[in-house]
Every structure is written in structure tokens, then in C-alpha cells.
């Protein structure tokens, strides 16, 4: 009857509450985070990390989710620590998931309760920032290598080093002009769409048919994991992810989502739960290790996202393509520019490193811990140059702090009362934050977790948030 169809359209109102109407705007919005999202997927599928058609379908599935979740275009991004480590040092596609893994159940964990800001608290900003500027730079310096690695099974142009050089320049001043001319110009998607036709014609000149044939969506990940797997998976990836994760994935996000879009209610412990999930269900059968970035929210935001329409439009067309394309998508990143996917790294590389760069500004004993980090990042593996960024800011004053808060009680006084801020227990000096102009809302100083803006993006109108300074990159290359 009429009033039972009215309950039951109610009912699944209920359960798939209105995320907007899909409009042009939106459609552009969700391609905000794919100058992040294209080059390390693209990378870590070239190095052997992930199967890209299980990788991109469980991206998209992972979009549709927190479409459902959340009415606001909460992005799904690469856990950057992890792929970069799996693209400059060879992880296997059993350790890039077991990383993935390692690092949801943690931040799972951590999320059910207040601890994950204690987390993110612990680890000195300027070590944070320090495995930023390494792992960007590690990123930059893979890149490179693509460029001037020979490809003898490529289009004649690009079998000599002038063809691979003057492809790789154009595609450089391409990328820097339209960083010039404003970040809604989507220069990796551009990239992308011409590497696959050089693809397509690479192919083409070598006689080899592109099948289509179907690809399973999802694949078993962790056959043959051995205890040695596990050990680097925690040490190199996981460990190293964790303070990023929580910082940027989780209390940075949360802080732009109020300001974003308040009326979506996205709360730490909901973002915390959905990481965790998300990979400790897809990473086992070949997702890559993904998670929500304060970045790549702005990024979609400010080409135009508003409502949880944009990501459920981007993660189903990612999944169709996925379906649709397995073969051929498979045939043709095998046979992607190596000098296209070398600049994308490098820059994807840069805009990790970025946040590195304003140590200068953090005072003299923090740039100090801070270039330590970076340096046995680079030069050493990841875990162990975390593991000296945190001797070193012990050793510039942390352990004294952190002896000096438990004598006068404020840590068990925290965890006692719950407070929303624990104090910092291990951070490298610094300078002072400066104070907020007048009229400024209370959490706008620049040390704060509330979202802070600077003057070049206050022009533009585009928030960048701000939690422990580790923000990543905005997104776009």
C-alpha cells in the first residue's frame, strides 16, 4: 500500500542518505588528488608493489566507501611513506601489503580510544618533517633514474638519451607552467592521457596486441610471506608510516573537514576506524595501502568538490575502469614512458619533500633533528633514519621534557581526565608560534591542531591544514 511504500523509501533514505547532485563541478573536484594518487600507483606497480588492476579497483571501491560515510569529498590517497619506500627501496607486492596492514591495525587500534593523539603527539615534529624531506627526495632521485635509465624496447625517439632528455624537459616546463598558471590545471591527469597513447603507439610499432582480456579485480597478497617480510615490512614501511598517518590521515584531516564541511561530522575516531578498515579488508587482496589525506581534501576541494558525490563518482568510475580495462591497462602502464613516469615521480617526490623544507622556520636545534632525519633517510633505510630522527631529538632536550612531565603529572593527568590535546612529551625546540592576527579565531596560531593558513593561500581562498607540520602535498603535481 501507499504508506508501506512511503516507510520503505524512508528506510532507504536512511540507509543512503543524499550525497548531493553530481554536477560539473563536482566531477572536477574529484579529480583534485589525482596528480597524487596516478604517479605512485604508477610507480609501485612498475617496481613490482601492487597489481595495478586489483590496486585501482580497490582505490575506487575505497572511494565509494567513504562516499557512503561521509557527505563531503574525502579523498583516498597512497600511504605516501609506503609507497615511496616501495618504489625507491624494491619492496615485494607481500610487503607493501603486510606494511599496509601493520599500519591500519595500529592506527585501528589507537583509534578506539584517545591514544592516537597521544601519537601524534610523541613523535617531534621536526623528525616527522625530516622523513618528509628523505623520502621526497629518495622519491625525486627514482625519478631521475627513469629518466636516464635506457629503453631499448621504446619508440625509436626515446631509445636515445636526447629523445628520453628532451621528452622528459617538455614534460617538466609542461608541469611548471601549469603550476605557474594555477593548480586547477590537472597536469598529471594531462601526463597521463599522453603517456598512454605514446603507450598505445609503443605497442602499436612493436607488433604486440593489446587483449582484452578480463583480470580479476582481486588477488591473493600474502602467499609466500615469511618472517623476513615481516620484519621489513614493520621496520622500513610501517613504523615509519604511523606518525603520517595519524597525523595528517586522521587529526589533521578531521581539523579541515570542520571547516570544510562541518555539517559531515567527520571525527577522529571515524577516520581512525575507516583507515584501519579499509586496508586490513583490501590490502590482503592486492589493494594498495591507502588512507585519508588532509591534502588531498583540500586539493578536491579546491577544484570544486562540495558533497560525497564527487568521490562516489570518481571511485565507481575507477572500478569500471578497472573492470573494463583490465588487460589492456595492464599492457599499456607496462609499456608507459619512462621518462613521463620519471618526472611525475620527481615532483611527486617534491611535493612530499616540501613540507621538509620549512624546518628553516621550525628554530636552529629543530632544522637540526629535522636534516639528521632526512639525511639517514636518504642515505640509510627508512626505519632506521626514524629510529636516529628520534635519538637525535632526544638527545637535543625530548627526554628531558618527557622526564619533566611525568614528574609534574600532566601525562597521567591526560590520560586521567581525556583532554582533546595531550602535552607534547618529545619535541625538538623550536621557535615560538607566531600570535594570531586580531579578530583571529582561538586555535589559528601556527603551533596549534586547528587549521592554519598562509598568506599566498589565504589569496587563493584555499586552507591548508596544519597538524605537528605534517602536512603533505596538496595533491596536484
Known amino acids: 500500500d501507499g504508506g508501506g511504500s512511503t516507510r520503505a523509501r524512508r528506510r532507504m533514505v536512511s540507509l543512503f542518505p543524499s550525497r548531493g547532485r553530481l554536477s560539473l563541478r563536482e566531477v572536477s573536484g574529484s579529480l583534485g588528488d589525482l596528480g597524487t594518487f596516478i604517479p605512485l600507483l604508477l610507480g609501485l606497480a612498475r617496481a613490482g608493489g601492487v597489481e595495478p588492476v586489483p590496486a585501482l579497483f580497490w582505490a575506487g571501491a575505497f572511494n565509494v566507501l567513504g562516499g557512503l560515510t561521509w557527505d563531503a569529498p574525502m579523498c583516498v590517497q597512497p600511504m605516501k611513506t609506503i609507497a615511496a619506500v616501495g618504489i625507491a627501496e624494491g619492496l615485494s607486492s607481500q610487503q607493501v601489503a603486510l606494511a599496509g596492514m601493520m599500519t591500519s591495525a595500529m592506527v585501528l587500534l589507537l583509534g578506539a580510544s584517545s591514544a592516537i593523539l597521544l601519537v601524534a603527539r610523541l613523535v617531534p615534529d621536526a623528525v616527522v618533517r625530516g622523513m618528509q624531506l628523505g623520502l621526497g627526495m629518495s622519491l625525486a632521485l627514482k625519478g631521475c633514474a627513469l629518466v636516464a635509465a635506457d629503453t631499448p624496447h621504446a619508440l625509436p625517439p626515446l631509445q636515445t638519451a636526447a629523445g628520453r632528455y628532451a621528452v622528459a624537459g617538455t614534460a617538466l616546463c609542461f608541469v611548471l607552467a601549469s603550476r605557474h598558471a594555477g593548480e586547477r590545471v590537472p597536469s598529471a591527469l594531462i601526463l597521463f592521457s599522453v603517456g598512454v597513447l605514446l603507450a598505445a603507439g609503443q605497442l602499436a610499432y612493436a607488433g604486440e596486441p593489446v587483449r582484452f582480456r578480463p583480470v580479476a579485480p582481486a588477488l591473493w597478497a600474502l602467499s609466500g610471506v615469511d618472517g623476513t617480510d615481516a620484519t621489513r615490512a614493520l621496520l622500513d614501511a610501517a613504523l615509519p608510516q ?9 587529526v589533521s584531516v578531521c581539523h579541515l573537514a570542520k571547516q570544510l564541511a562541518p555539517e559531515a ?9 575507516s583507515v584501519g578498515l579499509i586496508n586490513l579488508l583490501g590490502c590482503p587482496f592486492g589493494a594498495m595501502p591507502c588512507c585519508h589525506g588532509a591534502g ?9 568538490a562540495r558533497r560525497g558525490v564527487s568521490v562516489l563518482f570518481l571511485g565507481g568510475c575507477k572500478m569500471l575502469l578497472a573492470l573494463a580495462l583490465g588487460g589492456p591497462l595492464v599492457s599499456l602502464l607496462g609499456a608507459f614512458p619512462a621518462p613521463l613516469l620519471g618526472v611525475m615521480l620527481l615532483f611527486s617526490g617534491v611535493e612530499l619533500a616540501r613540507a621538509g623544507v620549512r624546518l628553516a622556520a621550525a628554530g636552529e636545534e629543530a632544522a637540526t633533528v629535522g636534516l639528521v632525519t632526512a639525511a639517514a633517510t636518504l642515505s640509510l633505510r627508512t626505519g632506521v633514519g626514524c629510529a636516529v630522527g628520534l635519538l637525535a631529538a632526544l638527545a637535543s632536550g625530548g627526554l628531558g621534557r618527557a622526564c619533566k612531565l611525568l614528574w609534574q603529572g600532566e601525562l597521567l593527568q591526560w590520560l586521567r581526565e581525556g583532554d582533546a590535546e595531550p602535552p607534547p612529551l618529545l619535541r625538538a625546540s623550536s621557535a615560538p608560534p607566531p600570535a594570531p592576527p586580531a579578530g583571529a579565531p582561538a586555535g589559528a596560531a601556527g603551533g596549534g591542531a586547528a587549521g592554519s593558513v598562509s598568506t599566498a593561500e589565504a589569496e587563493r581562498g584555499e586552507p591548508r591544514p596544519r597538524a605537528g607540520g605534517a602536512e603533505e602535498g596538496t595533491g596536484t603535481v
Open 242 to 250: 604511523l606518525p603520517l598517518t595519524t597525523l595528517n590521515s586522521v
Open 265 to 273: 561530522k567527520v571525527t577522529p575516531r571515524s577516520v581512525a576506524c
Open 296 to 304: 588531498g581534501l583540500a586539493a578536491q576541494h579546491a577544484f570544486g
